[in-house]
């Protein structure tokens, strides 16, 4: 099990974006603060992530890389094992 905790801005973040990409697509259905994610599940959210750097583009579009957003996400990624 998985556990991505996130804000009332962090969702707001991920509304904005919306389904213009797969990593906040992926993330829609979360809710304010601790979300408890299946293993499966997990591999499903960073397939949506993989999606978006295909082609050698950045992770996470539209996220500025220096908000917490950002590094709660690329943790989460880097944690899935």
């Known amino acids: 099990m998985y556990t991505l905790t996130l804000t009332p801005d962090d969702l707001d973040t991920i509304a ?12 829609a ?10 293993e499966g599940d997990a591999w499903t959210i960073t397939q949506g992530f993989d999606a978006d750097t295909e082609g050698g583009h ?19 990624w880097k944690g899935i094992v």
Request: avoid cysteine.
């Open 16 to 27: 904005f974006v919306g389904h213009r990409y797969a990593w906040s697509d992926a993330l």
């Open 29 to 38: 259905q979360m809710t304010e603060g601790a979300n408890e994610i299946r």
């Open 58 to 76: 950045s992770p996470f579009p539209m996220l500025d890389p220096a908000s917490d957003l950002y590094d709660k996400l690329a943790a989460f």
